[in-house]
């Protein structure tokens, strides 16, 4: 349970919070480490890589439509519904970073978002740069979604997942704003949640809100790859301690 110091907030104090997998766990998303993780059946690199994709796209949309059927049949948990609950208290001094794809923030009620590796739920062009469009469906092939605006200037294009791949660029806007709300905190705190600090630069958030002087707590089943990075760690499920946690905020 929660540190004997535990997450005191006052009117002055700004909260940046980054999820990772490990806060949908309880919801039933096999993270993507744990025994039975989403990859064991694939390699990153064949499935969440733009070289995997270019090499076999329907794998890749079938591995993409396993993700968003599975996501759908999942409800947010405590964690996600604690961390909506500190949004609403704390209105713009709260941010929430997240490196889950799942949309589980966002149905929990979550609006200071970022989903800082992208969305299940969205589909983008691989060529233009057509804003990418909600979509539920499931592309098992063997005919894969193409791009209608570059249809319509005679190119076919295929649609992919709007998703931050390995070796792909975070979106900039993202991380800048990520920046600008830590930039213009008069007291920060960081909280990581269900993350393994395996995966960069997610991983090194905590150490560019260290830099700024924050205080630091990480929340997760078991010590992360950053443990060390943090002030606090507190050893749990999130579904359980996040809402213990930032209760007694
Ligand atoms: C990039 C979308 C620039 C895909 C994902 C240094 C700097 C920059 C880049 C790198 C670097 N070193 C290496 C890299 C390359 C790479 C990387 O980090 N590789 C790793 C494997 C070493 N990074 C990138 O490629 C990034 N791009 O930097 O661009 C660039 C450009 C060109 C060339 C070079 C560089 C892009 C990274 C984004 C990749 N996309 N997601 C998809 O989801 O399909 S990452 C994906 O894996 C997830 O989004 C997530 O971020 C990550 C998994 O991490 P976690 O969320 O932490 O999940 P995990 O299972 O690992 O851990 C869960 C934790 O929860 C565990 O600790 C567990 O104990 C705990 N837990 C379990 N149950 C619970 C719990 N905790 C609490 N309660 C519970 N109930």
Request: net charge negative.
């Amino acid at each position: 349970m929660p540190n004997p110091e535990t997450l005191a907030l006052d009117d002055d104090t700004s909260v940046l919070v980054l999820t990772g997998a490990g806060v949908s766990a309880e919801s039933g998303i096999p993270t993507f480490r744990a025994a039975g993780g989403f990859w064991e059946s694939h390699s990153i690199e064949q499935v969440a890589s733009p070289g995997g994709f270019a090499r076999d796209p329907a794998l890749v949309w079938r591995f993409y439509s396993e993700r968003r059927q599975k996501a759908l049949t999942c409800l947010p948990n405590p964690g996600h519904h604690a961390l909506r609950a500190l949004e609403e208290r704390l209105g713009d001094r709260f941010l929430l970073a997240t490196q889950n794809v799942d949309d589980l923030h966002r149905r929990a009620g979550s609006q200071r978002l970022v989903e800082i590796h992208g969305n299940l739920f969205l589909t983008r062009c691989s060529h233009c740069a057509a804003t990418p469009v909600r979509d539920e469906e499931e592309h098992f092939g063997p005919d894969l979604p193409r791009c209608p605006a570059c249809a319509r200037g005679g190119r076919e294009s295929l649609l992919r997942p709007h998703i931050v791949w390995f070796g792909e660029m975070l979106d900039p806007r993202h991380l800048e704003r990520i920046d600008r709300f830590m930039d213009a905190a008069r007291r920060l705190v960081f909280l990581a949640a269900g993350t393994s600090g395996a995966v960069w630069p997610a991983a090194g958030m905590v150490n560019a809100a260290r830099a700024r002087g924050a205080t630091t707590w990480l929340v997760n089943a078991e010590a992360a790859e950053n443990t060390a990075a943090f002030h606090h760690f507190v050893e749990g499920p999130s579904g359980l301690v996040l809402p213990a946690l930032l209760k007694t905020a």
